[in-house]
């Protein structure tokens, strides 16, 4: 698995250098956190977050506050759970959960740091300028997800190697959708398999995405990496066992409870 991160702007020092400045004015600085998916999915990662402050001299509740934003896969939520974290004048933002929290906090404010994880290339996104040259307000590290994806299309295909039509379920309303199935439909060509796309951005989609797979009748389903597909991984592992289809999934979460 290949994996491509990078650090934007000044890192973690300006976000450190923030927060310090704003405890000079303030008895507690105050982190904001906004996430696309649910706390209780990201527990370990918020556990591994505050550990990350704890090495660095803060401890939440003794020296510094944190105000938890979370979407719960209801992308649409996003740019006022950020605005309200701007409107609360925290020192600094982390943005997590795919690339629609990073680009919803870049978009409510130009001069509060952002330290995020994104999930897509962030130069043809817009969220920074270039690689070597920022600028802005952001830093983080970015993983090329849709790589993963191509390798996963391909493990599924040595592991079903009679399948021909595959489905492949993306999120619309992820900004990384496009590319995602853009790079499945080309690595799915390249072994000769033939792909069609499917579409769910809301809970209501599930259905239309079921009565679609018994129209199709594909020979393995492969579903992208989301939060949103994360929140509903129940529905989604029992949707593949109802029409028993072979599927893989970017989380081992799926596999826990059977898919």
Same mark, same amino acid.
């Given at each position: 698995?290949?994996?491509?991160?990078?650090i934007?702007?000044?890192?973690g020092?300006?976000?450190? %250098?923030? &927060?310090?400045?704003?405890a000079?004015?303030a =008895?507690? $600085?105050?982190?904001g956190f906004?996430?696309?998916?649910?706390?209780? &999915?990201y527990? $370990?990662?918020?556990?591994? %977050?505050?550990q +990350?402050?704890?090495e660095?001299?803060y401890?939440?509740?003794?020296?510094?506050?944190?105000?938890?934003? %979370?979407a719960?896969?209801?992308?649409?939520?996003? $740019?006022?759970l950020?605005a309200? &974290?701007?409107?609360?004048?925290v =020192?600094?933002?982390?943005?997590t959960?795919?690339?629609?929290?990073?680009?919803?906090a870049?978009d409510?404010?130009?001069? *509060?740091?952002?330290?995020?994880?994104f999930d +897509?290339? $962030?130069v043809?996104?817009?969220?920074v300028a270039? *690689?070597?040259?920022p600028g802005?307000?952001?830093?983080g590290i970015?993983?090329v997800?849709?790589?993963i994806e191509?390798?996963?299309?391909e493990?599924?295909?040595?592991?079903?190697?009679?399948?021909?039509?595959?489905?492949i379920l993306?999120?619309?309303?992820?900004?990384?959708?496009?590319i995602?199935a853009?790079?499945?439909?080309?690595?799915a060509?390249?072994? +000769?398999?033939?792909?069609?796309v &499917?579409?769910?951005?809301?809970?209501s989609?599930?259905?239309?995405v079921?009565?679609m797979l018994?129209?199709?009748?594909?020979?393995?389903l492969?579903? =992208?990496?989301?939060?949103f597909?994360?929140?509903?991984?129940d529905?989604?592992?029992?949707?593949?066992?109802?029409?028993?289809?072979? =599927?893989?999934?970017?989380?081992r979460e799926f596999a826990?409870?059977?898919?």
């Open positions: 698995m290949r994996r491509r991160e990078f934007l702007g000044l890192g020092a300006t976000a450190l %250098w923030s &927060l310090a400045a704003h000079q004015q =008895a507690t $600085p105050v982190i906004v996430n696309s998916s649910s706390p209780h &999915l527990a $370990p990662f918020v556990r591994a %977050w505050q +990350g402050l704890a660095t001299g401890a939440e509740g003794r020296n510094v506050a944190v105000e938890y934003r %979370w719960e896969g209801r992308y649409e939520r996003l $740019p006022e950020a309200e &974290l701007v409107r609360r004048r =020192a600094v933002i982390a943005a959960g795919g690339s629609v929290a990073p680009l919803a870049k409510a404010t130009t001069t *509060i740091p952002i330290v995020c994880v +897509g290339d $962030p043809a996104f817009g969220l270039s *690689i070597n040259r802005g307000n952001v830093t970015s993983m997800a849709s790589i191509a390798k996963q299309l493990l599924l295909h040595e592991l079903v190697p009679k399948a021909r039509v595959i489905a993306v999120n619309a309303s992820n900004s990384n959708a496009k995602i853009g790079d499945l439909q080309a690595a060509r390249t072994l +000769g398999l033939e792909p069609h &499917l579409d769910a951005s809301r809970e989609d599930f259905d239309a079921s009565a018994e129209r199709l009748r594909p020979d393995a492969v579903v =992208a990496t989301d939060p597909f994360l929140d509903h991984r529905r989604l592992v029992a949707l593949t066992a109802r029409h028993a289809i072979p =599927a893989v999934f970017g989380r826990v409870i059977g898919g």
